[in-house]
């Protein structure tokens, strides 16, 4: 089995590093000023690979392009960008810098995912964003009525092998990750599991599901868990 990967997320709003509590905007944590230093940190500690999300370009709001280009420049491990990639050219633009590009919303539109597939293959992620099993759509502001594993299974027929779950209401709340869920999707194929990890035995749980990778995020910034206790799980 491989080992898992362990994946810090730097989520980016007005060129801060913030953490959302279960997406929404109005209730943010500013952690860092510096992006890119945090970027070099959790590589040295050890991050097999950079969650790099971009907040702003997710609400609409603008983008932090240019820190997310100089962040892929300043480190030497692979980066995974997310957030308001809903074309076909903002997936080209962002991978001219980055090493994966994770989409969701984009993803529902059949017909461009084909060309993706066919174009970028295994540097696409699809985010699969959920709510009680309704997948979310824009940001999280649109709960869609598509489901979880049909979705997942149909996504798969077309070509994607790699995916990222969150269940949103356990996004930033330290209660836990939704290994129920987990355990389903990880029998399907490659999923990085997000959403809830609150400390080591989280992870450990995560583990025995045979994920690709695990992020980390608030769990990570509050110093309750660290990478390399991760790593040494």
């Not at 279960?22 to 890119?36: A, F, V």
């Not at 050219?89 to 980055?98: C, E, I, N, P, R």
């Not at 997942?152 to 356990?170: A, D, H, P, Y």
């Not at 045979?210 to 110093?223: D, H, M, N, R, T």
Request: proline share 3%; net charge negative; with cysteine.
């Amino acid at each position: 089995m491989l080992a898992l990967k362990i994946i810090p997320a730097i989520d980016i709003m007005n060129g801060e590093v913030v953490r959302l509590l279960r997406g929404d905007p109005k209730d943010r944590t500013i952690y860092y000023s510096d992006p890119i230093h945090v970027a070099k940190q959790w590589e040295g500690q050890g991050a097999h690979m950079l969650h790099v999300v971009d907040l702003d370009a997710t609400l609409s709001l603008g983008n932090n392009t240019g820190i997310i280009r100089e962040m892929a420049d300043s480190v030497s491990i692979p980066i995974q960008v997310a957030g308001g990639r809903r074309t076909q050219k903002s997936v080209h633009d962002t991978l001219q810098y980055a090493d994966r590009v994770v989409i969701g919303t984009l993803a529902l539109d059949t017909g461009a995912l084909r060309e993706l597939i066919n174009r970028y293959d295994d540097r696409l992620v699809v985010s699969l964003d959920h709510n009680k099993g309704r997948i979310a759509s824009h940001g999280w502001q649109h709960i869609t009525d598509n489901m979880l594993m049909p979705t997942m299974l149909s996504l798969v027929e077309l070509g994607i092998n790699q995916f990222l779950v969150t269940n949103i209401e356990r996004d930033g709340t330290l209660s836990g990750p939704d290994l129920e869920t987990l355990s389903e999707v990880c029998r399907i194929s490659n999923v990085i599991a997000s959403g809830g990890i609150s400390g080591i035995d989280d992870i450990l749980h995560v583990m025995e599901l045979s994920p690709y990778g695990v992020i980390l995020g608030k769990a990570l910034y509050e110093g309750l868990v660290t990478i390399p206790e991760a790593l040494a799980c």
